[in-house]
């Protein structure tokens, strides 16, 4: 059986990437199923530019959140920026030969796949994913043979955020779907009450491999390092006052891995803003003593790799993603809102060996949803 995937843009985004790498691995490594994930670019037009202004007005003005004005690097520079990135999806994502545009979107009806899956991240929502009937594979809604597949599908909130119209597109393209999955419980019921469809809840692919498939990125042995992880994505809690109360707290040096992020302003040094490998993100996640972050999957990975942690919780970004997952391993103590709790969640330890039993549970249900799908 040969499958298409459909996700977010692969870009600079460790979480997004090793999602795209998960599932196509699960689907190969479980099912012995050829994939492709569809090279998406985003929408360069003046309406998609016109979007990201409205994008940007929503998270300073209604959602309260910081907005920097961040420098716009050349095509030239994002090569640089992105070059560890880019080294990792071309080695292990396969990825389509055509790279997809809203200039040749309509090329995507020529594919020739038994089944085509859109998902994971936070594909429906309107305001991170471009053209955003084509995550509900629009350019397949004539087409009966193809089945047409949702897994681990987000929508990023548990609250509707489609306007009226393209609600209703999406709603009847979604009735035509032959299996549709859901990450988070929120979506479960978006699903049913504003779409008027069945979604099943399931595992963000990344915990359907084992920590096993992470080590085996590696042609070393790691080992365990007194360090924290501090992967926070909000430049309110990512600061040098944050850093030093942290270590100082667990008289541990903290380890970080993104770059600078600069404004026109103080730009430099284009090689400052280089995201390191991913695979240096995923030892930091394996080899530290504990880890501090407020990323879905920097939560997702410290549970699989069964390290303490702590997720900062921001509602600005969105907390159903959080509270969903952390609710099915029993760690709804973990989310704080500021880090004033540290030291009596220090002291809580978690107890993995029942998260794992949970983990273990979840990812057979997972995995038959992907079988019978499929079938």
Known sequence: MKLAILTQPLHNNYGGLLQAFALQKVLKKEFGFETETLDIGYDHSKQAQLKTKVKTVVKKYLLGRKVVSHFKPSDEQKLIIGRHMDAFKNKYIKTSSIKYSKANLNELKKLKFDACIVGSDQVWRPLYSPNITTYFLDFLKDNSVVK????????????????????????????????VSVREEGAVSLCQDKFGVKAHLVLDP????????????????????????????????ANREIEKKISEYFKLPVFKIMPVSPTEKNITDIQQCVYPPVEDWI?????????????????????????????????????????????????????????????????????????????????????????????
């Open 148 to 179: 047409k597949i949702s897994y681990a599908a987000s929508f990023g909130v548990d609250y509707n955020e489609f306007d009226s119209t393209v609600l209703k597109e999406c709603s009847l393209l979604l009735k035509k779907f032959d299996a």
């Open 206 to 237: 990344t915990l359907l491999l084992d920590v096993e498939d992470y080590r085996n990125l590696f042609d070393k042995t790691l080992e365990a390092k007194k360090q924290i992880m501090f992967y926070v994505l909000d430049p309110e809690f």
């Open 283 to 375: 030892e930091g996640f394996l080899t530290s003593e504990f880890i501090i972050t407020d990323s879905f999957h920097g939560t997702i990975f410290s549970i699989l790799f069964n390290k303490q942690f702590v997720t900062i919780g921001n509602e600005s970004r969105g907390m159903a993603r959080f509270t969903s997952v952390l609710k099915m391993f029993n760690l709804e103590d973990r989310l704080v809102t500021n880090l004033d709790s540290l030291e009596n969640l220090v002291k809580n330890k978690i107890d993995f060996a029942a998260v794992n039993k949970i983990l273990e549970n979840e990812k057979v249900k997972s995995l038959t949803f992907l079988k019978e799908s499929l079938q």
